[in-house]
């Protein structure tokens, strides 16, 4: 399972940019994981999503 650190994302879109299927930008000016994304399917842009988040947001 995919997750975003609230208290560690400081909202720069890297991972909504690389990984569109997956992650969004949400109303707090913070990533998260969009509802029903198919983590199996898209994990190949999840690892990258991960490997350019700059703060180290993203784990799964």
Known sequence: MVKVDKNKCIGCGA???TCPEVFQM???GKAGVKSGADVKK???CIK?????CPAEAISN
């Open 15 to 17: 991972c909504a940019a």
């Open 26 to 28: 949400e109303d707090d």
């Open 42 to 44: 898209n994990a190949k």
């Open 48 to 52: 990258e999503a991960i490997k350019n």
